[in-house]
């Protein structure tokens, strides 16, 4: 069988090709493979230097890979590569307190793998690993071209797609995918707006190492200002993500290290005995950020182009793979019926597949924030409550776990 060729070179500075994704984070380069493999030449669009992406040293940052991400992952022949370097989340413990209570308190919820068939919840794996592999990946695929350290200064859609780079080349797709983030130029080319707001809060996020196993148990601890999330990672490791007002994260953020576990101290517990930090720290801004549309002609958005939401239930980057999972299923079933792939009602049928699951997503963590994020006694006594309730009815419990898992609703092939 004869290789498929990479996207036609057509002068030395302009290149024609299928699909060309904008944003070379990790649903850029996922959606990419996808895509790959499904017979479009595509090109990725990366403004960040190569060398950056594939050197990147331990920080701390990861997610938490939903199952159904994992399907994914597996599918485009990413998974193997890394599973041995992920963390199974076996169990999620949600918990409801004060920053003196530790990460337990008397009611919570408890979320065990062992009542889902299909094996654990999900896994974390680390950002610097996820990256690596999937450049390696998209290094090899012959279908696709990745152009690192340049960006997109100009875009058209005038019958067909093009892009000019900063570089000076120019593309030309049938269709641009942006996969740029919250700020998307993609978007804002395409004279896409966005709606939302912010929370007041900032998450502090660093790698913690402990003296005691983990056990491959998730935390989710409510205080007023924010939820704290204590997320297992490889080894006696654990990811936080902490979420504080703006003034007082701020305040954190500037402390040195010995002065920052001080306050964190309390606030984590001592069920993991004791703790000391590894690797960097980070601070981020908390909002809600969803574009009023998914597409445009000629252009269609994924992950946080498309939607940015509270990192209270750790979904953003996957409700992004749910994004490329759909759309590289919607273009592929479109080339098979012969259609052209960016015709606005193929566009619309990848954006009918997401909106209600992200509306629903973005309602649901917005409204978890804000009923969490409050210290009035009723409000306190009332979620307790409703904690405790859940954690009595398995039918009820073992649903929301689905939920978490990502193996609920109108799943794409690829997450089957």
Known sequence: MDNPARPIILTP????????????????????LALAQAGFDVIVIDALPEPVRKNAAFDGRSYALAHASTRLLDAIGIWDGIADRTQPMLEIKVSDGRADMGPLSQFYLHFDHAELEEG??????EDRILRRAFLGAAEAEPRITLISNDKVVAQSTDGLARLTLASGAD?????????????SGTAERAGITRTGWGYGQTALVAAIAHEKPHNGIAHQFFMPPGPLAILPLPGNMSSIVWSETDETAARFAALDDEDFLHVLRPRFGDFLGDISLAGKRYTYPLSLSIATSFVAERVALVGDAAHGVHPIAGQGLNAGLRDVAALAQVLSEARQRGEDIARADVLERYQRWRRFDVATLALTTDASNRIFSSDNPLLRLGRDLGMGAINA????????????AGLSGDLPALMR
């Open 120 to 125: 654990p919840m999900g896994y974390m794996c």
């Open 13 to 32: 500075m302009s290149i024609k090709t299928d699909i060309a994704i904008v944003g070379g984070g990790l649903n850029g380069p996922a959606l990419a």
């Open 393 to 404: 009815v398995p039918g009820l419990r073992r649903r929301i776990m689905r939920e978490a």
């Open 171 to 183: 593309v030309e797709a049938q269709l641009i995918i942006g996969s740029d983030g919250r700020g």
